[in-house]
């Protein structure tokens, strides 16, 4: 069985505003940045106080009986709980009050005041931890989108996926695991939409899933104060190693139309892209009054112009060439 291949994401130190825009984000890949300063969060934020200046505002949580989340299963529900109970819980291996049994695992991903409308800012939802925080100044703050506050309990593993802007995940507390995966290795992530098929990305089924072991595997361990630099359209896995708190700060670097306006989570495809697929989707089932062969021989031409025009010509992925020519043979 080919091996899938696994590289440690890169460290740097010592960053500042113009390291990162000379030396990191031309590359366009996952990094950690230590020692950026995050403020006082970090000695501030303990559940105690976490729980205190939360207050009794309620949130919206994802609960599941298993600490492996699947979107695309729903193997989870949403509940309300106030923040303060919310972090206790979150925090705790074991609970005296739960929803579902008592070794349930906790998640929050905050929202904005109207989530059909408004993205999450932490200023908003948060004033008072906001004002613990310092977002790094590595854009300008009318690229800014959202401030992301995310807590999960111990164990926790969310589901791969992309985003379709860059973002900073801030690690204020606990750590975590993040495995990353190349835009260019897409075609072995078994997508539905913007989410991987894959669930259990350390024991893949192979039986359902063959092709996984051809995705580079770029993996990180964030201790508390790690920066991880996401750049969009990496898919990323996370794995809470300890209870813990973090601050994903998203922001849009291509031009602001680019994107749906209507999206206060910043997940859809870009405006242009989600054109382009339509139109695919319009072409394909065009093909579909041929017969087989008619249609076999006009997929292959249409796999050939976008070879042409639309692939990178400095490709990141394992098998960028081979994969492009695979897709083109008999299945």
């Known amino acids: 069985m080919e091996q899938q291949e696994i590289k ?34 970090q000695q501030l934020w303990t559940t105690e106080y976490l729980a205190q200046q939360g207050g009794d505002k309620e949130v ?38 739960f929803f579902l049994c008592e070794e ?62 860059d973002n900073l995940l801030a690690q204020v507390s606990g750590t975590k695991r993040v495995v990353l995966f190349s835009p260019q290795d897409a075609l072995h992530l078994y997508l539905s939409g913007d989410k991987s098929e894959v669930l259990d990305v350390d024991h893949p089924d192979l039986q359902r899933f063959p092709d996984f072991v051809r995705a580079g595997r770029h993996e990180c361990e964030l201790q508390p104060g790690d920066l991880l630099f996401i750049p969009a359209l990496w898919f990323h896995n996370t794995l809470a190693l300890q209870f813990g708190v973090g601050v994903n700060v998203f922001w849009r ?36 009054e041929l017969p087989a062969d008619y249609r076999d021989f006009y997929g292959r031409r249409m796999i050939q112009r976008i070879q042409q025009r639309a692939l990178c010509s400095r490709l990141g992925g394992t098998h960028d060439q081979e994969d492009v020519a695979l897709s083109s043979k008999p299945g």
């Open 253 to 288: 670097h291509l031009p602001a139309d680019s994107y749906d306006r209507k999206d206060p989570y910043g997940n859809k495809d870009p405006q242009a892209a989600a054109r382009a697929l339509q139109a695919l989707d319009r072409g394909l089932h065009a093909l579909e």
């Open 60 to 97: 919206k949580i994802h609960v599941s009986t298993v600490p492996q989340m699947d979107f695309l299963r729903k193997n989870f529900v949403y509940r309300t709980l106030p923040f303060n109970e919310f972090v206790k819980r979150a925090s705790e291996k074991k609970h005296s009050d």
């Open 104 to 165: 349930e695992s906790y998640y929050l991903r905050s929202l904005g005041e109207d989530v059909r409308k408004e993205p999450a800012d932490l200023r908003k939802q948060f004033p008072n931890l906001a004002e613990d925080f310092l977002i790094p100044p590595f854009f300008e703050p009318d690229q800014f989108f959202s401030s992301v506050f995310r807590i999960s309990s111990c164990g926790l593993q969310l589901w791969t996926h992309y985003d379709v802007m």
């Open 8 to 41: 440690s994401v890169s460290i740097f130190t010592g960053v500042d505003r113009e390291k990162f825009l000379q030396e990191i984000y031309p590359e366009r890949r996952p990094a950690v940045l230590r020692g950026v300063p995050l403020g006082p969060c």
